[in-house]
Every structure is written in C-alpha cells, then in structure tokens.
C-alpha cells in the first residue's frame, strides 16, 4: 500500500506503542520447540484465534497458536478498539460546540487537539492489549509461534520452515481492506483502516471512499474533529443493508454535521496537483472534482486466504468470500475448521468469538453446533448508532413472513429529551397474530448498548406480551424498549386469551 506521505501517518514510537508491541510481539520473542504433535493449531491471533486457543487449553488439549503480525489482530490495533477510542474523543468536541444546547458554555474558543486524541487512543489500546498480550497465552499454556505459516499437507503446516503436526486445526486468519482500483489513487497515496490510526496531524480536508459502517464512522469522526470531509457512496444510501428510514437520518445528521454527502456517487479518478489530491467524482447527473489532503477507503474487505496454500490441504476457499465452511465450521478437510473474518459474511469481533466457540467445540469435542443456530446483532457506531438484531422487514417479506412493526420514536422518551439526544427510533419487528419478535432497529445514541435487550429477548425467546411485564429502570433509554412493548399490548388484533386457548387446545 503506498503510505500517505503528506500526512504524518507514522505510528510515534511512545510509551504507549512500546507497551502495546511488548504485549502482542514483544522484542527479542523466541518461539518454542514445537510438540510432536498438537490437538489444534490455530491459525491467526485476532479475536478469533485468541477465542479458540483458550477455548481449547480450558478443554485441557495442546494448543499452538501462530500470528504472522500482532496478537490482537485487526479489533485491537486497528479495527474496533482504536476506532471507538476517537469516535469518543470527537463526540466531546462535538458537545463543546453545541454547549449552550445543554445550558453550558465551553470555556474559551474549542480547540481541537488532534495529537491529543490521537494519544489517548493510544493509551488505551496499549491498555487493552495486556488482555491479548503474548505472555498471558502464553502463561495459560498456549505454544505462541509468531511468523507466517501455510500448510504443508492435511494435517500440517509450517511456520517458517517449522513444522506443526495438528490432529485439528483452526484457520482464522480474517480479512484486511480492499483497494478500490480507482486509476491514480495508489500513486497519491491513500489511508485505510491500517494507517489511518498513525495518523498524528489532522488531514484539513478529507474524502471518504465507501459509506459502509467503517467509512460513515470514520467520516463523522473526522469531520466532529475539523476536517472538511466529504463522504462519496456509489449507492442511494449509506448503510445500504440498514433499514431505509435509519439510513436516511444518518444522511440528514451527516448534512446537518457539515458532512458533504455524495450519494449515487463514484470516485473515478485521483490526481496530484499542487501537492493536493485532485478527485473526480461522478454522478448520474453531477461530474466534479473535489481537492483534499487525504483520502480514507472504506469499500469492503478481502479475506486473508491466499499465501496459506489451502489448497495443499485440502480445503476450499474463495479470493473473495473467503474460507468456505459447513453450518457447523468445517471445512473440506474434516480436521480443519474456520473460524471469523476469513470465512464469515458478519465480520464482528463478536461473531470472530462466537464462531470460534463452536469451531472448537465441534473439532474437539466432536461437537453439533451450528452457527445458523446463532442470533446475530451488530452496531455501526455512528452519532447517533445504528444497531440491528434479526430480520429486516424486507427479509420477512421476501420468507412470506407477516410483519407488524412497534415503533418509538426516541423524542418520546423522557432520558433522551433530557439528555438532548432525541434523534433517532426504537422499532420491533414481530411476526403477524404472535409477540414473537423477528427483528429490531434501534437508532438511537446507545443503540448498541440497547439492542442487547432485544437479542437476549430473541434468544430467550422472551415476546413482546413478556418485555411489557419489565420493569425498566426510569428514566433510561431503554424504556423505548418498554414502551414499545407496551405499545403490542395496547394494540388492536394481537391474539386474545380466547384465541389463545382455542390455539393450545387445537
Ligand atoms: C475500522 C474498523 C472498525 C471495526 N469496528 C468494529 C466494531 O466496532 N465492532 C465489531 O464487532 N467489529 C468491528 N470491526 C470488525 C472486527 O475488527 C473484525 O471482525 C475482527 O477483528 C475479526 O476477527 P478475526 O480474528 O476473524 O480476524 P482478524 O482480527 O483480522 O485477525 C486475523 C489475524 O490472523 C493473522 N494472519 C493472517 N494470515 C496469517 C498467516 N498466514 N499466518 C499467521 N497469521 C496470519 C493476521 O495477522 C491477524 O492478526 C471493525 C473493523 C474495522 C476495520
């Protein structure tokens, strides 16, 4: 990738770096004398990996784990962990700006101190890596090779020229970013998720490829933090899987913000010119150019298959869908699983976790869990977020699934007038004549955090006629929830004691 050389984008060499490196690839590292032969060898030491080790030493196997980069993977160096660090720093600076919204002024001109932001989240990444760290897998009794490893037949591979014997196997070696191939873009230089967290200097004016989850997190962010920032999506919406209503307030919030949204809208070609970053942009009716100082990508990821030599093992695997799997994680070679971002469609650190429970209970324990069985939520943590948990109106539609939707509107409910964080809607989606819940968006400045409510409900199997019974903590959010559950109760045509009764006698 050609680094971004106008941009200070070179990782500072501080306390908090050497920390987190002491932790995840510490200096002077030597790995061990491998065992004659391993219950599992894992592949890959992001959340996936990590989860599978662990989850296999607790079942009392012999595990090797090998991490060609940093232990951690993409969530802790340069996914999640760093991204909520500076989406949190920019949200305060957006607060101080609208301080008198909230009946507070903001002592003196607001300054933005990106350094600073930029420092903190350092910090706190060196923090968490202590959980990822070397020496505690090490410590639980995981022999740690770090280097690259391809297989080298169907139950073993190499690690720099050593061998591992493994009876199972995990591959979880995730994805990393696509590169859009926009003529002149590699020659200017562009940032993804894997340098844009070096970053040390604001970019003044900054163009956003991709309006996924990571590109309208990043361009907030950055845009909260004072760079003009335009966000260009080739597609009528951002978020284009999120329902249309949730997507569409995201575009309103972004234009209010002083985003430069650009719908419908391709990136076609980069230039230099006068040491800036000349792009063309084009629309169905609109050609411009648009002069930055950086340029962030965001348009998908690829998974990590093709220097492991999947082939000499037997297992099967796409240069786009990645790793292909079973219901229950196996791959074509009965002693090799998948696990996470290389073989999954929901790329989330909580899938990466769940998916490498059952990778290794199945491999170890002969196992027959199915990762169809899970209920999957995930949350784009924009301001406000947009978090979702089972179908959208549109797939129950497309199952011939009948859908009645319960819908608060977050200025309804009392905690987020009071907290001035009133954009945004709870809505649950249950299945026609039942309180079975299908679905739920929640939109809303702790989506994230509320959605766990429904998935538990899903799980559990908790309906709406249920959740009315809660007692909501007042005055939270959440009670949108509640009140939302009220609101099935309270309707016309949900099934009576009667109809009930007559349901259970037939
Ligand atoms: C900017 C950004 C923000 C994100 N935010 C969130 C969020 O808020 N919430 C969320 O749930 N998810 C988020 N994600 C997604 C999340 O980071 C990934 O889903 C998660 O890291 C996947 O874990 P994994 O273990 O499958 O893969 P990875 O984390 O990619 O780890 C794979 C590891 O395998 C190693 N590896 C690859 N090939 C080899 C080899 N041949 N030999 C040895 N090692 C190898 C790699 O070096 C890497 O360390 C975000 C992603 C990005 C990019």
């Given at each position: 990738?050609?680094?971004?050389?106008?941009?200070?984008?070179?990782?500072?060499?501080?306390?908090?770096?050497?920390?987190?490196?002491?932790?995840?690839?510490?200096?002077?590292?030597?790995?061990?004398?491998?065992?004659?032969?391993?219950?599992?060898?894992?592949?890959?030491?992001?959340?996936?990996?990590?989860?599978?080790?662990?989850?296999?030493?607790?079942?009392?196997?012999?595990?090797?784990?090998?991490?060609?980069?940093?232990?951690?993977?993409?969530?802790?160096?340069?996914?999640?962990?760093?991204?909520?660090?500076?989406?949190?720093?920019?949200?305060?600076?957006?607060?101080?700006?609208?301080?008198?919204?909230?009946?507070?002024?903001?002592?003196?001109?607001?300054?933005?101190?990106?350094?600073?932001?930029?420092?903190?989240?350092?910090?706190?990444?060196?923090?968490?890596?202590?959980?990822?760290?070397?020496?505690?897998?090490?410590?639980?009794?995981?022999?740690?090779?770090?280097?690259?490893?391809h297989?080298?037949?169907?139950?073993?591979?190499?690690?720099?020229?050593?061998?591992?014997?493994?009876?199972?196997?995990?591959v979880?070696t995730g994805a990393r970013p696509d590169t859009p191939s926009?003529?002149?873009?590699?020659?200017?230089?562009?940032?993804?998720?894997?340098?844009?967290?070096?970053?040390?200097?604001?970019?003044?004016?900054?163009?956003?490829?991709?309006?996924?989850?990571?590109?309208?997190?990043?361009?907030?962010?950055?845009?909260?933090?004072?760079?003009?920032?335009?966000?260009?999506?080739?597609?009528?919406?951002?978020?284009?899987?999120?329902?249309?209503?949730?997507?569409?307030?995201?575009?309103?919030?972004?234009?209010?913000?002083?985003?430069?949204?650009?719908?419908?809208?391709?990136?076609?070609?980069?230039?230099?010119?006068?040491?800036?970053?000349?792009?063309?942009?084009?629309?169905?009716?609109?050609?411009?150019?648009?002069?930055?100082?950086?340029?962030?990508?965001?348009t998908g990821r690829i998974p990590n298959v093709e220097r492991l030599d999947l082939n000499v093992a037997?297992v099967d695997c796409d240069a786009v869908t990645g790793i292909r799997v079973?219901?229950?994680?196996?791959t074509r070679?009965?002693?090799?699983?998948a696990?996470?971002d290389v073989c999954l469609d929901?790329q989330?650190?909580?899938?990466?976790?769940?998916?490498?429970?059952?990778?290794?209970?199945?491999?170890?324990?002969?196992?027959?869990?199915?990762?169809?069985?899970?209920?999957?939520?995930?949350?784009?943590?924009?301001?406000?977020?947009?978090?979702?948990?089972?179908?959208?109106?549109?797939?129950?539609?497309?199952?011939?699934?009948?859908?009645?939707?319960?819908?608060?509107?977050?200025?309804?409910?009392?905690?987020?007038?009071?907290?001035?964080?009133?954009?945004?809607?709870?809505?649950?989606?249950?299945?026609?004549?039942?309180?079975?819940?299908?679905?739920?968006?929640?939109?809303?400045?702790?989506?994230?955090?509320?959605?766990?409510?429904?998935?538990?409900?899903?799980?559990?199997?908790?309906?709406?006629?249920?959740?009315?019974?809660?007692?909501?903590?007042?005055?939270?959010?959440?009670?949108?929830?509640?009140?939302?559950?009220?609101?099935?109760?309270?309707?016309?045509?949900?099934?009576?004691?009667?109809?009930?009764?007559?349901?259970?006698?037939?």
């Amino acid at each position: 990738m050609q680094q971004d050389s106008s941009l200070s984008a070179m990782s500072p060499s501080d306390v908090y770096e050497q920390e987190r490196m002491e932790n995840i690839r510490p200096s002077g590292w030597r790995n061990p004398k491998p065992a004659s032969r391993y219950h599992l060898v894992v592949v890959g030491g992001g959340p996936a990996g990590l989860v599978a080790a662990s989850a296999a030493v607790a079942m009392g196997a012999t595990v090797a784990l090998v991490e060609r980069a940093l232990l951690g993977g993409c969530s802790l160096n340069v996914g999640c962990i760093p991204s909520k660090a500076i989406i949190r720093t920019s949200r305060l600076y957006a607060e101080m700006r609208h301080a008198e919204h909230f009946g507070a002024q903001a002592l003196g001109e607001v300054h933005v101190d990106f350094p600073a932001a930029m420092e903190r989240m350092r910090r706190i990444r060196a923090r968490i890596s202590r959980v990822d760290s070397l020496q505690r897998l090490s410590a639980a009794g995981v022999d740690v090779f770090l280097g690259e490893a391809h297989f080298t037949g169907t139950d073993t591979l190499s690690v720099d020229g050593t061998k591992l014997r493994f009876r199972k196997a995990v591959v979880a070696t995730g994805a990393r970013p696509d590169t859009p191939s926009i003529p002149g873009l590699v020659e200017a230089g562009y940032l993804t998720n894997e340098n844009v967290f070096d970053l040390t200097e604001l970019p003044r004016r900054l163009l956003v490829i991709g309006g996924g989850p990571l590109g309208c997190e990043a361009a907030q962010a950055f845009c909260r933090f004072g760079a003009r920032t335009t966000i260009a999506q080739d597609q009528p919406l951002f978020l284009p899987k999120e329902e249309r209503d949730a997507a569409q307030l995201l575009s309103d919030v972004f234009a209010r913000e002083g985003i430069e949204d650009r719908l419908n809208t391709e990136a076609v070609k980069v230039r230099m010119e006068g040491g800036q970053k000349l792009v063309d942009l084009v629309s169905a009716d609109y050609q411009s150019t648009v002069a930055v100082d950086a340029i962030l990508t965001g348009t998908g990821r690829i998974p990590n298959v093709e220097r492991l030599d999947l082939n000499v093992a037997d297992v099967d695997c796409d240069a786009v869908t990645g790793i292909r799997v079973d219901d229950r994680l196996r791959t074509r070679n009965w002693r090799i699983f998948a696990a996470g971002d290389v073989c999954l469609d929901h790329q989330f650190t909580h899938t990466a976790d769940a998916s490498a429970r059952i990778a290794v209970h199945n491999a170890l324990a002969h196992g027959r869990r199915r990762l169809s069985t899970l209920t999957i939520p995930w949350c784009t943590y924009t301001d406000p977020e947009i978090a979702h948990v089972g179908l959208y109106v549109r797939e129950a539609r497309d199952q011939n699934i009948p859908v009645r939707t319960f819908t608060i509107p977050m200025h309804d409910v009392h905690r987020a007038i009071a907290d001035g964080e009133e954009i945004g809607f709870a809505k649950i989606h249950v299945k026609e004549g039942t309180d079975r819940i299908l679905g739920a968006t929640i939109v809303a400045r702790h989506a994230g955090e509320m959605i766990n409510e429904i998935t538990l409900a899903m799980v559990a199997r908790i309906g709406l006629r249920t959740l009315a019974q809660v007692i909501h903590t007042y005055p939270t959010q959440a009670v949108a929830i509640k009140r939302a559950a009220d609101a099935y109760v309270a309707s016309p045509g949900k099934p009576t004691i009667k109809s009930r009764l007559r349901r259970w006698a037939a």
